[in-house]
């Protein structure tokens, strides 16, 4: 087991998906409570350096954004994961695939004019460190089909793909493959808390028609819960804490030429004078 240990919140807004992410901590997870009352679980996650910090937030972006603030100002992780399900917004996103966010839109911003909708979109990126362990991830387990796709945020659970709202998301958002109620706020809140990267990671449960309810009686949220979870877990062994990033680059040496001088790991208390030595080459 690493000998240090360094922190990544995990955020849910329904009581599956908190299951599921809570079936891979390992043994000893512990219950912390903030003044104002907000509860996380923390746990080792086998296997890497991090100490998992899991909250059930409740539904909504503007709940998401609020308490996710709170946690990481409380916890100050290096990473922030909106783990859960969402309804496909296109064909070829099947039921239990998992759409990975490279972007996450927030839908319901604009202007009203007599000419009509104008969209004032919110976007903001997924942490190019953690797609690019999600892209790595990915390759992998054979039973997940993973996308890695916009994701829509608005305050409405969409059951009807022939109502207006269906058709402005598709009209505004087309390269949105799925759509829930909680993304743009937990990554807006960490885009105002510093240097956090973030990432949305949803299982599909439904199509984001009229057979959501059907579809969610029949168990999709938990099947769909359980593959977001699995593919967050392969997305953290697969990204590695900062100081151990920084620990194999500077094991790796020094690969400069020409003029660089390579500083890392020095401490220096003055300026710095060099001299060119020509070498054989």
């Known amino acids: 087991m690493p000998q240090t240990s360094h922190t990544v919140v995990v955020v849910t807004a329904l009581a599956v998906e908190y299951d599921a992410v809570r079936a891979h901590l390992g043994a000893g997870a512990e219950e912390l409570v903030h003044e104002d009352g ?3 679980e923390c746990g080792r996650l086998p ?12 539904e ?9 603030a709170q946690i990481l100002g409380w916890l100050r ?3 922030v ?3 859960g399900v969402a309804g496909a917004l296109k064909a070829d996103v099947a039921l239990g695939d998992v759409v990975v966010g490279t972007k996450v839109y927030a839908v319901q911003g604009g202007k009203l004019t007599p000419e009509g909708f104008r969209a004032r979109p919110e976007v903001w990126h997924g942490s190019n460190r953690l797609v690019q362990a999600a892209r790595s991830a990915l390759r992998g387990p054979a039973d997940v089909r993973g996308h890695l796709k916009p994701i829509a945020c608005g305050d409405v659970v969409l059951t009807d793909d022939r109502s207006a709202f269906a058709e402005f998301i598709g009209r505004h958002y087309d390269d949105a493959n799925a759509i829930e109620t909680e993304g743009a706020g937990a990554v807006h809140a960490a885009h105002v808390s510093g240097q956090v990267d973030a990432l949305v990671i949803r299982g599909i449960s439904d199509r984001a028609d009229a057979h959501k309810s059907a579809a969610d009686a029949g168990g999709s949220q938990r099947r769909a819960a359980a593959q977001a ?22 094991a790796e040496g020094a690969r400069y030429g020409g003029d660089h001088l390579d500083f890392r790991g020095g401490v220096f208390h003055g300026p710095v004078v060099g001299k060119r030595v020509d070498r054989e080459r």
């Not at 909504?60 to 996710?68: I, K, M, Q």
């Open 77 to 79: 992780p290096e990473a």
């Open 81 to 83: 994961l909106l783990v």
């Open 60 to 68: 909504g972006a503007v709940n998401a954004s609020a308490l996710t």
């Open 47 to 58: 296997g890497t350096e991090w100490t998992l910090a899991l909250a059930e937030l409740g």
């Open 38 to 40: 907000t509860r996380v």
């Open 229 to 250: 979870a699995a593919v967050a877990v392969a997305v953290l062994r697969k990204h590695r804490p900062r100081e151990a990033s920084a620990r194999a680059g500077a």
